[in-house]
């Protein structure tokens, strides 16, 4: 019974619903589309976001110690390597391209080793990178630049340590993606690479960001 | 009036960017650090807030862009079912 | 009839059955992964509620024997004897608990994992496994928490703010492993729910039955939605100042210690940029369910759907620009003060927007005074007193003067411990869907009456407690002279608190009872209208026989279409086929 219809219900005829309450007139028959965005494409995306918020905490933090610093690098404080981190963003920029065109190789369907190729380049420079900034790092360590030595130290090794460890990941996802690509048991879809690429893509793109703020 | 209205909130704004230097509360020590100190939290502060409505609006935006693009997908396939149809009638 | 074809299908269905590990410990589906949730928090309310009685035992009789809590070993307790040291660890504790581990596991993992799939007719979780791992990951935060009791010099004792420089350092609380297992806890918690929250995102943007649009959603999931963003983007900020802080404690960095150079109130900036949203994300769920069984159980569509989820939208953006005000006194630009002040104050405007409709909802409908209905206006009237206070204090004067007092305890109070009356809501009208059986109403309307009249007893003095200047956080008030007329206030406070802490017994019996008893419930008890109730109680593995098709919103109750005062989003009127051509 409803006894209970609100004023505004019963004042209107039956057929001109007006859309209130979340509601009105249904598109009819209601059809199921399948997702503009698929889950895996939305999540990653999703998961940058987090990432991006993460790295938003930690810039945040050395924004207010560069700024407020007298002087930055402080006295005493070993430089930055500018120039071979400079080439070293190159590559891994290099890397990034080297992804875009196995993105591209596997939507458009060409040969596996076109794809393979790519992957492998980008992979490889990728661990260039990682090996370089070891190197450096251990550089810095042995100027006395520690994790202890004032906010100086602890901010780089923490920002840039941070994207290292993104790098290290990004770089064992595609190792794994690379070996379901040469072994030819697997069928490989595009959403695999993809998915990779979005996050290598991420770690790339984040590089540069970095690079200006902490070493420039 | 129009006038009276303008004049009073331009008072009132100009109060408000010179409230600083008259407010005298006992706890505002942000002079402590220095006015580089200041301006480094003023700046990270902006950097945190503009943060997430980048992010948020940046995936708005993409999925406005791929709505649109499987709008134009589906319409080109629909166009391509229909127009062979014509053909033969 | 639709309904009893589906329920013949449902019958025929031959199921076939997981194992006991695979079904109730290891299980990926949706809802048992809810309840998980669900029994985690109920665990954790029990454990925060204790620490409360403890300490409110300590505020009116100092340093006085606690009653059967003789067995705690030195130097935690002194033959029952609350010391500073572990007073101060049980207020951090307490309010971390109920924070972390009752209200989010609850609202956010509980009923958002049980609801969303359910009320958006989709067969499970975008994810399942994912899921599943959330729920484990977040058990294992919650045991190294608690674990933290029982390491040498007890839990973390640095608020649950945990400012800087006091968290830093160990030497300044005296605190080694207990701040180390509390910043760990929370970095795996923060993991759990990053799982959890794109899970959500993604299982409400891309798992909607066909026909249910945006804005047919019930608002229960809009604001699970818009916490799950909230989330996403909120605990990452907090992990990274975690992260800064563990470094400082463990590998010498001084991020937040003024000896290296570091600054103590960038800790205060990432953790209340952190903080705010985080209090949206504990009121908006509490807000979601609350708006839903509003409507359910006054027979009434909800007033203003649609201002209902715009408010809550704009929440989410303003929740952003609001942080400083946790700072006023914290030594701030005093600009950029104002601005936090004229922020604050601008987001009482959704929420007064919800609060309005929600009385507007009530107003002339039918209402059933029935548990969950109490429960929920029980919140309504906790958040408007909880929210005007809130408004006081968003003015920077008024706030230095009652900052770090009770009265700032008495109003988080009435906003995060009122939403426990949503989530009791929650659970009272949830529970036959979830289980399948029915609780006991006249328990229910006892624990109500009984809840409702002591939390506001225990609550409200607080506000005169803090304008006398009682102090938060202190261990002795009868040590200060200008308080030690108040302690009458704080016995009055702590006699309410324990007929609060023991009419908790009385959820618990009905709650215990009532899984042990045999299957009871109907689909649809409250004949309610979103999609869930269409299910079975509780729903099988994968929730629907066949995907349910959405014609309307969830909140055409008393609608003239039809003989009963309720029609099922599921529903197709024969009149509405006509309508739609």
Known sequence: ?216 | ?89 | MTESATAHAAHAEAHHELGFVRKYLFSTDHKMIGRQFLFLGLFMLIIGGLLAMMMRWELAWPETNIPLMGWVPEPYMYGGILPPQTYNAFFTMHATIMIFFVVMPIMVGGFGNFLIPLMIGAGDMAFPKLNMLSFWVGLVSGIVMLSSFFVPGGPAAGGWTSYAPLSAQASFTGVEWGQHLWIISLIILGISSLMGSINYITTVVNMRAPGMTYFRMPLTIWSLFITAILLLLALPVLTAALAMLLFDRMFGTSFFLPAGGGEPLLWQHLFWFFGHPEVYVLVLPAMGVTSDILSTLSRKPIFGYHAMAFSMIAIAFLSWVVWGHHMFVSGMNPLLGTAFMMSTMVIAIPSAIKTFNWLGTLWGGSIRFTAPMLFALGFVSNFVIGGLSGIFMAATPVDIFIHDTYYIVAHFHYVVAGIIFALFAAVYYWFPKMFGKKMSEPLGKIHFILTYIFFNLTFFPMHILGVGGHMRRIYNPTQYEFLQPLQGINHFITISAFILGVSQLFFLYNFIASLAKKRDAERNPWHANSLEWSAESPPPHGNYETTPVVYRGAYEYSSPEVAEDWLPQNRQVSGGVARAH
């Not at chain 1, 998961?47 to 007298?70: S, T």
């Not at chain 1, 290099?94 to 040969?111: F, I, N, T």
């Not at chain 2, 301006?39 to 709505?67: E, R």
């Open chain 1, 1 to 216: 019974m409803p006894r209970e219809a609100t004023l505004r219900k019963y004042s209107e005829p039956v057929g001109t619903a007006v859309p209130a309450f979340g509601g009105g007139d249904p598109p009819f028959p209601p059809k199921a589309r399948a997702p503009v965005v698929s889950n895996a494409r939305l999540a990653i995306l999703m998961f940058i976001a987090a990432e991006l918020m993460f790295f938003a905490g930690l810039i945040g933090a050395f924004i207010v110690f560069k700024l407020a610093a007298p002087l930055w690098p402080p006295a005493f404080q070993p430089r930055l390597p500018v120039e071979v981190t400079g080439v070293n963003t190159a590559i891994l920029l290099a890397s990034g391209v080297a992804m875009h065109l196995a993105m591209r190789a596997s939507k458009r369907r060409e040969p596996r080793a076109a794809l393979v190729r790519w992957l492998t380049i980008a992979a490889l420079l990728g661990i260039v990178f990682l090996l370089v900034q070891g190197y450096e790092w251990v550089r810095l360590i042995g100027y006395g630049l520690t994790l202890s030595s004032g906010v100086y130290g602890g901010t780089f090794y923490t920002l840039i340590g941070c994207h290292g460890a993104h790098v290290l990941g990004a770089v064992t996802w595609l190792g794994l993606v690379l070996a379901r690509a040469r072994s030819h048991r697997h069928e490989l879809s595009a959403e695999t690479v993809d998915l990779c690429g979005i996050y290598w893509t991420f770690v790339v793109a984040l590089w540069p960001a970095l690079y200006a703020l902490v070493y420039l």
């Open chain 2, 1 to 89: 009036m129009k006038t009276r209205i303008v004049f009073q909130a331009a008072f009132a704004a100009a109060v408000w960017a010179v409230s600083g230097a008259a407010q005298a509360c006992p706890v505002c020590i942000n002079g402590a650090g220095g006015e580089k100190l200041l301006d480094a939290f003023n700046w990270s502060v902006l950097f945190l807030m503009a943060m997430p409505y980048t992010i948020v609006f940046a995936v708005i935006g993409f999925f406005v862009y791929a709505y649109r693009r499987a709008e134009k997908k589906q319409r080109a396939e629909e166009s391509a079912v229909m127009s062979p149809a014509h053909d033969l009638s």
